[in-house]
């Protein structure tokens, strides 16, 4: 099953654009993450936040946690050709602190 | 310090058949997961083992089992191959296993089943 949902499932967007992607989950969690999928590299973590952070900056990531809303947002500020890739934000199984749960993706392209 | 490897990175197999994939995790890793990957279903967890222990197991039918070694290093086993099993597995390592470490993964291994 799937906790988290992206959106949106596909973004392309212009060199040196901003790109925001979301994700929503389901049930309380102790923290989320951000993850990245290419062919180059395979899965790469990118940031963890936990739920009693609202916001966590690493070089041009910013993540925002709502936990109210039960919401997360990656912001990547400009966007680089190497950027593109699919984004999978993963969160904790809230009874289970052994797996992940994954939402979908967002394919992210980046035109030069 | 050397990734996650997995073998074969390849798999051309049958309906029917079984297979065997492997992980190696980081060194002084003792938790390794494993999950699949499909267009359809996206990434679903299927078991974590933490020194030689399945701790956890995701919604797989029995045809999926897996085991540890005393040295972390991790196989994991489907038989009776379906065409539905074809996907992306992929295996990730992490110092404790515990969700709210990162985890490492691997390249995976890319199974058809034909």
């Known amino acids: ?13 212009q060199e040196g654009e901003n790109a925001t992607m979301n994700c929503s989950y ?6 989320l993450q951000w993850y ?3 062919s180059g590299r395979g899965l790469v973590h990118l940031i963890l936040i936990r739920s009693n952070e609202r ?5 041009r990531l910013r993540v925002t946690l709502d936990t109210s809303k039960k919401s997360s947002s990656l912001l990547i500020t400009a966007s680089r050709a190497a950027d593109t890739a699919s984004y999978f934000c993963a969160t904790d199984a809230g009874d289970s602190n052994y797996q992940l749960i994954w939402g979908a993706g967002t394919k992210l392209i980046i035109k030069p | ?21 492997s992980c190696s995790p980081i060194s002084g890793h003792r938790s390794v ?5 499909t267009p359809g279903q996206g990434l679903q967890f299927l078991f974590e083992y933490f020194s030689e222990t399945q701790r956890n197991k995701g919604n797989f039918p029995g045809r999926f089992s897996g085991r540890q070694f005393s040295n972390s290093r991790s196989e994991m086993n489907v038989s009776t191959l379906e065409l539905g099993d074809s996907a992306l597995y992929l295996c990730a390592s992490s110092l404790v296993g515990r969700a709210y470490n990162e985890q490492f993964f691997g390249p995976g ?3 058809t089943v034909l």
């Open chain 2, 33 to 37: 997961s494993w999950y699949q990957q």
């Open chain 1, 36 to 38: 990245r999928q290419n």
């Open chain 1, 1 to 13: 099953s799937q906790q988290g949902e992206e959106d949106p499932q596909a973004l392309s967007i």
């Open chain 2, 1 to 21: 310090k050397a990734g996650v490897t997995q073998t074969p990175r390849y798999l051309i197999k049958t309906r029917g058949q079984q297979v065997t994939l």
């Open chain 1, 55 to 59: 916001e966590k900056h690493s070089g």
């Open chain 1, 26 to 31: 389901k049930t309380s969690i102790n923290n």
């Open chain 2, 109 to 111: 291994t890319r199974l």
